[in-house]
């Protein structure tokens, strides 16, 4: 059995991180590492409590989060997941199955496929479409959701990749790697409404990610 490890990076995530980390327990045995930069809630209490390995990381930017996080990892498996109990950590288990039976390197957590209205607004919809749109144009790769933040795959593929972001656009950044060193699959997942306060800002990070695409081309 291939060794699990979960990064789950968090700022202020104390109404949700307990959940994600016992429906994780629930479905996979797998080192479980939170990465959290500064929290002013019991977000770091709650997750050791719990039996997780908490990292500080100071440096804000989610990239770096979970650049800490999987460089800590000690398995074989990298999961990326957010702390906010959106993402349904019970798609770990099939998606394991699916990586080893498929041999695929890399598993994407689709949001579109499923979304409705209430779970993904119009807004959100036209940017991801537009930065997904763009990645298509200018590295060829055809993908879903390339704003996802969940994913299942190879520590082996992640050794071989290169110029990862720092911020937000470290998601895209990930999977244009895998799809250049690798084999990535998208499955459609259901995703869940935030109940706290979004770290996304979604005009800025929108597009920066935009701008990040073609900075990622040139250094291609
Ligand atoms: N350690 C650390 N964690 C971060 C940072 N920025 C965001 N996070 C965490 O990373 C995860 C993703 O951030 P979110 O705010 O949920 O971003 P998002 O999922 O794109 O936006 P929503 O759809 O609004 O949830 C959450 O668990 C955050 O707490 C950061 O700079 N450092
Ligand atoms: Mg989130």
């Not at 460089?71 to 349904?88: E, F, K």
């Not at 950590?89 to 949001?111: G, T, V, Y």
């Not at 259901?190 to 005009?203: A, F, N």
Request: with cysteine; glycine share 6%.
């Amino acid at each position: 059995m291939a060794k699990i490890s979960v990064v789950i990076p968090t700022i202020n995530e104390e109404k949700t991180i307990g959940e994600v980390i016992s429906r994780i327990r629930k479905v996979c045995d797998a080192e479980i590492i939170i990465v959290d930069t500064d929290s002013r809630d019991r977000t770091r209490e709650i997750a050791q409590q719990m039996g997780a390995k908490v990292i500080q990381e100071p440096r804000r930017g989610y990239g770096v989060a979970y650049k800490t996080g999987f460089n800590a990892a000690t398995g074989d498996i990298l999961v990326g997941i957010d702390g906010d109990a959106t993402y349904p950590p019970e798609i770990i288990a099939p998606a394991l199955d699916i990586l080893e039976l498929d041999d695929i390197d890399f598993i994407s957590c689709d949001r579109m496929t499923l979304r409705t209205e209430r779970n993904y607004t119009m807004l959100h919809f036209v940017g991801n479409s537009i930065l997904n749109v763009t990645i298509r144009i200018l590295f060829k790769y055809r993908i879903v959701d390339s704003q996802s933040g969940m994913w299942i795959f190879r520590k082996s593929l992640y050794e071989k990749m290169s110029h990862l972001s720092d911020g937000m656009s470290f998601s895209q950044d990930l999977k244009i790697e895998a799809m250049k060193h690798g084999t990535l699959i998208e499955i459609p997942v259901k995703y869940g409404i935030r109940i706290t306060k979004p770290k996304l800002r979604t005009w800025n990070d929108g597009f920066s990610n935009l701008f990040q695409i073609f900075v990622k081309r040139v250094k291609k």
